[in-house]
């Protein structure tokens, strides 16, 4: 499955982004779909999970209540609604699918998408 995501850009403090993540090839309603983030020198880190079956979701502590994932299968598509950002938040997002049950780590993955900045000024 080959993923593109979308939507990022800058918003200040307290506003909201919608991220959106296209997939083409496979059949998406097959693969849990997760995002990720990465600010600079850091490490990639888990942000939402949301199973094939759109039934169970997940999120980092840190986005709880603020973030919301989401999947249209019929469009190929999930979504990550952002509210309440903050500058902490800045990074490059990443949405990710696989097939398999652990997705905290980026290591279980397989296939990614290509990253799409999101700044949040104070």
């Known amino acids: 499955v080959q993923l593109q995501a979308s939507g990022g850009g800058l918003v200040q403090a307290g506003g909201s982004l919608r991220l959106s993540c296209a997939a083409s090839?496979?059949?998406?309603?097959?693969?849990?779909v997760g995002w990720f983030r990465q600010a600079p020198g850091k490490d990639r880190t888990f942000v939402a999970y949301?199973?094939?079956?759109?039934?169970?979701?997940d999120y980092a502590d840190s986005v709880k209540g603020r973030f919301t994932i989401s999947r249209e299968n019929a469009k190929n598509t999930a979504y990550l609604q952002m509210d309440s950002l903050k500058p902490e938040d800045t990074a490059i997002y990443y949405c990710?699918?696989?097939?398999?049950?652990?997705?905290?780590?980026?290591?279980?993955?397989?296939?990614w998408g290509q990253g799409t900045q999101v700044t949040v000024s104070s």
């Open positions: 090839g496979r059949a998406f309603r097959n693969y849990s």
């Open positions: 949301i199973r094939y079956g759109g039934l169970t979701t």
């Open positions: 990710a699918a696989q097939t398999g049950v652990n997705y905290y780590s980026p290591d279980y993955w397989g296939y």
